[in-house]
């Protein structure tokens, strides 16, 4: 049962999005979520939200995986909503009880709820189309400079990696503790809340005790292997960025100038 | 001088209590001498607790004798800044095939000791393509690990550490939590490494089938090397073994039993078709 579970969500087709470097797609979405937070007019959102369905569209990625993300936020983007309708003063437009929905709450909230929303099926976007794997990778790289200041950042990665690759033992492992103790007699399923944490608490210390033991064998196959650290380590898959990386540099940077345009003109 | 020579290694564990004082010492391996050449087929065998990890361990640098030297072609494993042409020669695999996998695809995994040594990217790729296919699995180098059969990860391992062009590879029980079929498999591929390549293997066992084409055998006890010969010397001496806690191979048994009732055998068989052959003249 815990096996199916699938790390991060990657959809596996071939589209050019999935192809370019994860830098590309890390600082593109991120410069896409600034824009979406610079200028406050309609058109801005047009613009934004047609940018964000044509890289929809060419990565390939079916629409409602984009929108299985938004589930999972749909309890904050209705408060955030709720709370800007109700609360933000104004002139009124309708009342009822000790409730009013102003104009300026109106706008307010409709423009969070369409900027909330494209940032995460932005974000998605870079997720769907990026494996965990190659994320890291870009990270890396992208934060490298930070070395000059002792940040570890090639430990960080290699540990994130590491963590990504063990997930999936360890469920493996939760899983097969957790049937050994129900055959021994274990309850897990029923009981209040406070009841079931307790009953967790036999399925986490020999859980824990191998992640121990997993970890000491790994550091020691590590280190019969060569490694020491980041210092004088080549690449396999060095990240290098190719023409169509460049390219969508280009496209981004042009997205921008029309978004920062467009909320100064208009 | 061989690729790894032993003289005299002695290595302690030491207990504490809580407080940090010498509760009592351990004496894993004791007094250990061998010289393994270039090119041979090594096991090491014993049972449980019998130093034969232990001794592994040195020979990969992560583990200093207490007392005595080991070689490693000829660089003495004490030495710091010998280290990682030490652990660069003789390359280890280990018993648990998930604990050794660091990769989340194959080939990442076997491109991973090359590139902690600094090799150029292209001929990173070329050393991952040969390894995988000197252990038959250059079709799987694009799949997740945690999708392969125990086996099939074992092999991984070891073309990992064939991507670092070892002269030498360390397999502590290498076959130890796989199925038979997992065994049969890893089996051939060391056997291919060494028959083809010319690679020195030393493997740490102790299932007696696995010996069977080991140009030499230690039996280690109680950390000290009890017994060594080819393997038809060791399983010539059934009674031996026995008391060292070790299972001789079916067929060895029942030739070593039909021998004692009587029938003219020779000593040491070691598979089946020997005793069919040796039975029908």
């Given at each position: 049962m815990l096996r199916d579970i699938t790390l991060g969500q990657y959809y596996q087709t071939e589209s050019v999005v999935h192809k370019l470097d994860p830098r590309v797609k890390l600082g593109g979405t991120l410069l896409y979520i600034i824009s979406l937070f610079l200028f406050e007019n309609i058109w801005g959102y047009l613009v934004a939200g047609l940018f964000l369905a044509l890289v929809v569209k060419l990565s390939k990625v079916p629409f409602r995986f984009m929108v299985r993300g938004m589930k999972t936020i749909v309890f904050l983007l209705l408060i955030t909503v709720v709370f800007n309708l109700f609360l933000t003063p104004g002139e009124v437009l309708i009342s009822f009880w000790k409730l009013k929905i102003t104009k300026e709450g109106l706008w307010i909230a409709i423009s969070m709820a369409i900027r909330l929303s494209m940032l995460i099926i932005g974000s998605s976007v870079m997720t769907l189309t990026t494996t965990p794997n190659n994320l890291t990778d870009g990270m890396e790289k992208m934060m490298s400079p930070l070395k000059v200041f002792k940040v570890p950042v090639h430990e960080v990665a290699m540990m994130m990696s590491i963590a990504l690759r063990f997930i999936p033992i360890l469920l493996e492992e939760t899983d097969k503790i957790m049937k050994a103790q129900i055959a021994r007699g274990a309850d897990f399923e029923s009981g209040n809340l406070l009841k079931r944490a307790k009953a967790l608490v036999p399925l986490l210390v020999p859980l824990f005790i191998s992640a121990f033991r997993r970890a000491n064998d790994l550091a020691m196959a590590m280190e019969a292997r060569c490694y020491r650290g980041g210092e004088g380590r080549t690449k396999m898959k060095p990240l290098v960025y190719k023409r169509e990386d460049k390219l969508a540099y280009l496209v981004i940077a042009g997205y921008l100038v029309v978004k920062i345009a467009i909320g100064i003109v208009l | 001088m061989g690729i790894i020579k032993a003289d005299d290694v002695t290595f302690e564990y030491i207990r504490r209590d809580e407080e940090g004082n010498v509760e009592g010492i351990t004496?894993?391996?004791?007094?250990v001498s061998l010289d393994i050449k270039k090119g041979q087929f090594i096991a090491i065998l014993g049972h449980n607790g019998s130093g034969k990890s232990t001794l592994a361990k040195h020979m990969n640098a992560i583990l200093y004798p207490t007392e005595g030297t080991l070689w490693v072609d000829g660089m003495d494993?004490?030495?710091?800044?010998h280290v990682w042409d030490i652990r660069q020669r003789a390359g280890m695999v280990f018993q648990n095939p998930d604990n050794q996998i660091i990769g989340q695809v194959v080939e990442e995994d076997v491109g991973f000791g090359p590139e902690n040594m600094g090799i150029p990217t292209k001929e990173i790729w070329e050393r991952v393509e040969e390894s995988l296919r000197a252990v038959g699995m250059y079709e799987f180098r694009k799949h997740s690990p945690n999708k392969l059969s125990g086996g099939q990860k074992q092999r991984v391992s070891i073309a990992g550490v064939l991507a670092m062009h070892p002269q030498c590879i360390v397999l502590d029980?290498?076959?130890?939590?796989?199925?038979p079929n997992g065994r049969k498999e890893v089996i051939r591929a060391i056997r291919g490494l060494n028959d083809v390549e010319g690679i020195t293997v030393i493997l740490i066992t102790h299932y007696m089938e696995e010996i069977i084409y080991a140009d030499k055998v230690f039996v280690m006890d109680q950390g000290a090397i009890a017994m060594e010969g080819t393997p038809r010397e060791i399983f010539s001496q059934v009674e031996k073994l026995k008391s060292l806690r070790l299972d001789v191979p079916q067929v060895t048994m029942l030739a070593y039993e039909l021998k004692k009732k009587g029938m003219n055998l020779p000593d040491g068989i070691l598979i089946t078709k020997e005793l069919i052959d040796a039975l029908r003249i």
């Open positions: - | 004496t894993a391996v004791d007094h494993t004490k030495a710091e800044e029980e290498p076959t130890a939590m796989l199925d």
